[in-house]
């Protein structure tokens, strides 16, 4: 009796340990998950960052831009313990929520290609409301891959087949870095060399969804839509194999069921049958099958990558690095929490805002991005200082437009008419130059590693930003002429480009500037350029 | 798999990159190419290869050039001359061109597939021809990778064209990256804000600069990663670009230099291109406009080679008296050629089966002739080439490999196409 009393006791003991751990909320979890990655966790793993670092930080990545000066200024202020909490949920609430992860979302699924069927104003309002309804990530990819461009309601969610042309072999290989974390493009012609879970039957297991499918009327119409033939197979070899074996798959997701099909009878194959200027219909669509494949819960490799995208859009660096190279030689650094991270998202219904809430609660999130003291070099992957990230093309436009107090006199300017969209297009107007300099060509894989020449004139002499410096009613020259003492001018210059309060030295650096140089008002100018041109400014830290 | 983290910020690469970065700020320290002397300079000029591009944009006459057929049908009014190498003859409107012949090997007998402006030139510059699902570097952003060397702060890829502002550009590079990009010199205007704006004084944008570096001191401090070493060693970067802006303005040059080449555009240009490969930039492409003569091909052609003969011929004597012929390749090249067939409009049209290309300098046989044409030039009659072989022939005449691959992503992707290869009957 004895016995089986101690058992129960312990059975229960079990049940409600793991009931309680199962209730931590994912952010504590996370935390747990991420300690566990390293025996001297305690003495490597930086502080939490200081309400100014945060507070920077967490704009950045769900508003992608920096605090108002008033902004900054009350955050600091406030003695509210939860104030970070409350900072969060009031970030993800506001429009430029939506707008950010709209332009986040835009260069991570097009990479900057041409707009050419479906124009970027549709495309980016399409975004901005899947976001601002918090729309879920599933929900929202299967509407891409299921577009067909007809419905001129949905014809914005096509853009991501349309403006690739619907080349096969790119829509094939994009499905596959994108939504699978696997670049395949070397299955195309054999199995990876180097990667053995990348296979030539894979990547054909997804082109035969798309291989039936065609631009109709032709590929260049700006109005064209897609169309599918009945009828059409994939089949490959190896340019390794030297028997020259065909092989051939139905369409399938990676390891997945093929998607089984039963021939039609002669005549039947059809809907609408082709014919000269019909956009044909089959009776039975592959391309049908392609969303819901991708997306469901038999494919874990969806929910991981998702997860894993948005992990390393807050943490600058995925679980899984590069996000795009999922297989066994390159393993996730924290392989639990990147399960743990894709079973909840999934769990969640793909709930986007509830994960970057949980991302930006953890204390993972929020440590200092400043290496403790006696710590050696760390380690991006192991996530104990935070990652120091280059401002994208875009956060560096709205950036600089809220650090000079571009963006505080198009408010004033703007006067009672200064709704959140007004003010924004006055931004987005001014977007093209720092795109054309900062951002990564059409295709081609944003890089943050290098700075080129033409980046650093445009920062150096370029009329982009210095035309945003010169004094306008409420902008940061204006205000800060109008300051008596040069301490009171320090103050608000570094609130208000840095989202900072100056040290003392660097008080006194302002000071003896402003004493030495010849002309007040040019050397206040120079100021502000000197702070933007830091990289404390051109790092999101 | 070979796992290549760039962004691994460890100890060991700061330091290497800070050892590079003070070799690069001590040689550009010691004024012009970066030398102490003249020998040395000239030690590097011969070490160092680069390449030129001539591109006569519009597409260029092979008839009208390098390949004429006086007396024929397809011919037109213009004869054939000797030339500094027995037995070649070229057209009669490049007089001084042909005494140059002994540096100059052609070929006569390219097929590039393509008679679309756009196509041609990027077969032409690519050595490939276009592909769904990759985009090829161009040979500018390829000899700039390949034969740049840290030690030269100017931009490796530079082209001056006719028209147009200073730009960067990043297309050309593809996946080599932003950094060996064309610059554009529009006019042969110098890179867009290189130059002070004047609202900014030399002292006030000194006091900036002070400031701004002991705000990245302090953050670097505490904070450090290979990104932002990057970043804020590229303003030391473009200060040392910035302190030899000379090198792009042409009227440091003797005002009779500058007769020698001409003062109209094309001659500005080449000199500045001459410039430009001195100060050790590895690639230059010269721009001249416009070769497109569907109407009046002759008188036109008759105006641009005139423009073209002079520049072209001293610069390579240029090159030569300064010992950088020898180090320096030379192409003349165009989208595409001109049809042997007439038209109504005493025009010639797009023609890419038939045309002619010229090479100089480094690692060329001159006086070397490759392929032939049939007697009125409307089919290829000897050695058929493509773009490719040409793009090979490039790569191995300043001494690369054209066979090795890239690493793109992990994935190789040889440098030439490897179903062609090099002409050896032109190599040195």
């Known amino acids: 009796m004895h016995a089986v009393r101690f058992l129960l006791v312990g059975m229960v003991f079990i049940g409600s340990g793991l009931s309680l751990h199962a209730e931590e909320p994912l952010h504590v979890r996370i935390d747990t998950l991420i300690a566990a990655g390293s025996t001297d966790y305690a003495r490597q793993a930086a ?142 012609c054999h199995d990876h060399p180097h990667v053995s879970d990348f296979k030539q039957a894979d990547y054909f297991g997804i082109l035969a969804f798309l291989n039936r499918s065609f631009l109709f009327p032709n590929a260049t119409a700006a109005t064209a839509v897609l169309a599918e033939k009945a009828d059409g197979e994939v089949s490959y070899t190896s340019v390794f194999d030297k028997s020259k074996k065909q092989g051939t798959t139905l369409p399938r997701v990676l390891g997945g069921k093929p998607f089984a099909e039963t021939p039609l009878p002669k005549g039947k194959e059809y809907q609408v049958a082709p014919a000269a200027k019909v956009r044909p219909i089959p009776a039975y669509s592959r391309r049908e099958k392609l969303a819901s494949a991708i997306t469901a819960s038999e494919n874990p490799a969806f929910a991981r990558t998702a997860a894993n995208r948005l992990w390393e859009m807050m943490l600058g660096r995925g679980i899984v690095h590069p996000v795009d190279l999922d297989h066994t030689a390159n393993p996730p650094s924290h392989p639990a929490l990147l399960d743990l991270l894709a079973t909840e998202f999934a769990a969640h219904q793909f709930d986007v805002k509830w994960l970057l809430r949980e991302l930006a609660l953890s204390m993972t999130y929020q440590r200092s991005s400043e290496i403790p003291a006696g710590a050696m070099d760390m380690p991006q992957a192991r996530f104990l200082v935070a990652n120091l990230r280059p401002l994208s093309a875009e956060q560096l436009a709205y950036a600089s437009s809220q650090a000079t107090g571009q963006t505080d006199a198009d408010r004033l300017a703007l006067g009672k008419n200064a709704t959140v969209t007004a003010v924004d297009a006055k931004i987005a107007a001014r977007l093209a130059p720092f795109r054309k300099v900062f951002a990564a060509q059409p295709g081609e894989a944003e890089s943050n590693l290098t700075t080129t020449l033409d980046q650093t004139l445009f920062l150096k002499f370029g009329p982009t930003l210095r035309t945003m410096l010169p004094p306008r009613a409420g902008n940061l020259t204006d205000r800060l002429a109008k300051l008596k003492s040069d301490e009171a001018i320090a103050d608000e210059l570094f609130l208000s480009v840095l989202t900072r309060e100056p040290s003392a030295e660097e008080r006194a650096d302002v000071a003896s500037i402003l004493a030495t140089a010849p002309d007040r008002a040019t050397a206040i100018t120079e100021l502000v350029w000197a702070l933007l041109a830091s990289a404390e400014f051109r790092f999101n830290h | 798999m070979p796992q290549c983290d760039y962004s691994c910020g460890t100890a060991e690469h700061l330091v290497s990159r800070r050892a590079f970065l003070g070799s690069a700020g ?298 950088m012929l020898e180090s320096t390749l030379v192409i003349v090249m165009s989208e595409m050629g001109r049809t042997p067939r007439i038209n109504e409009r005493y025009g010639r049209d797009h023609w890419s089966k038939a045309w002619s290309v010229a090479l100089a300098g480094c690692g060329i046989k001159g006086g070397a002739v490759v392929g032939k044409t049939t007697a009125n030039g409307t089919a290829i009659a000897d050695r058929e080439v493509r773009s490719g072989h040409l793009f090979h022939t490039y790569l191995r005449a300043v001494g690369l490999d054209p066979t090795k691959n890239f690493y793109p992503n992990d994935r190789p992707i040889p440098i030439a196409d490897p179903k062609t290869d090099a002409i050896e009957e032109i190599l040195a």
């Open chain 1, 47 to 188: 502080p939490l960052a200081s309400d100014a670092e945060f507070l920077r930080r967490v704009y950045l990545d769900l508003n992608g831009t920096i605090p108002t000066t008033a902004e900054a200024r009350s955050f600091l202020a406030d003695a509210d313990p939860g104030k970070r909490q409350k900072l969060i949920d009031a970030l993800l609430a506001r429009p430029a929520y939506a707008r950010h992860m709209a332009l986040v979302f835009d260069v991570v699924l097009m990479e900057r290609r041409r707009d050419a069927k479906v124009p970027r104003a549709a495309w980016e309002g399409y975004l901005n409301g899947v976001f601002a309804e918090n729309r879920p990530y599933d929900e929202f990819v299967r509407e891409l891959l299921s577009a067909d461009g007809v419905d001129p309601k949905q014809r914005a969610a096509a853009k991501f087949f349309l403006d690739r042309d619907f080349e096969p072999n790119l829509v094939t290989r994009d499905i596959g870095r994108l939504f699978l974390g696997r670049d395949m493009q070397c299955a195309q």
């Open chain 2, 26 to 323: 001590a040689a550009a320290a010691l004024g012009p190419a970066g030398f102490a002397n003249a020998f040395a300079a000239r030690e590097l000029n011969k070490s160092q290869k680069r390449v030129l591009v001539v591109f006569l944009s519009g597409g260029v006459s092979q008839l009208e050039t390098w390949d004429p057929k006086p007396g024929t049908d397809t011919g037109g009014p213009f004869a054939a001359i000797p030339t500094s190498v027995p037995g070649v003859h070229i057209s009669e409107l490049l007089p001084l061109t042909a005494k140059q012949m002994h540096r100059i090997a052609l070929v006569r007998s390219l097929n590039s597939v393509s008679d679309d402006h756009g196509r041609g030139a990027s077969i032409m510059l690519t050595g490939r021809v276009p592909e769904a699902g990759i985009a090829y570097p161009h040979i500018g952003a390829v000899t700039a990778k390949l034969l740049g060397s840290d030690a030269n702060v100017l931009p490796g890829n530079i082209q001056v064209l006719d028209r147009g502002d200073s730009a960067f550009g990043q297309a050309d590079a593809t996946f080599l990256g932003a950094k060996y990009g064309a610059v554009s010199l529009g006019e042969g205007k110098p890179p867009a804000d290189l130059l002070r704006p004047a609202s900014l004084t030399e002292e006030s944008d000194k006091l900036r600069e002070e400031f701004r570096k002991k705000l990245n001191d302090r953050f670097a401090r505490s904070r450090r990663s290979a990104a932002t070493e990057a970043y804020t060693e590229s303003f030391e970067q473009a200060e040392r670009v910035f302190r030899r802006s000379d090198v792009f303005d042409v009227t440091k040059e003797d005002s009779k230099v500058a007769d020698r080449y001409g003062r109209h555009p094309f001659g500005r240009h080449m000199l500045l291109a001459r410039r430009l490969l001195e100060a050790g930039v590895s690639y230059v492409k010269v721009s001249h406009s416009n070769y497109d003569t569907h109407h009046e091909n002759f008188d036109f052609h008759i105006e641009q080679l005139g423009e073209f003969d002079r520049p072209f011929s001293v610069l390579l004597d240029d090159l030569a008296e300064r010992g």
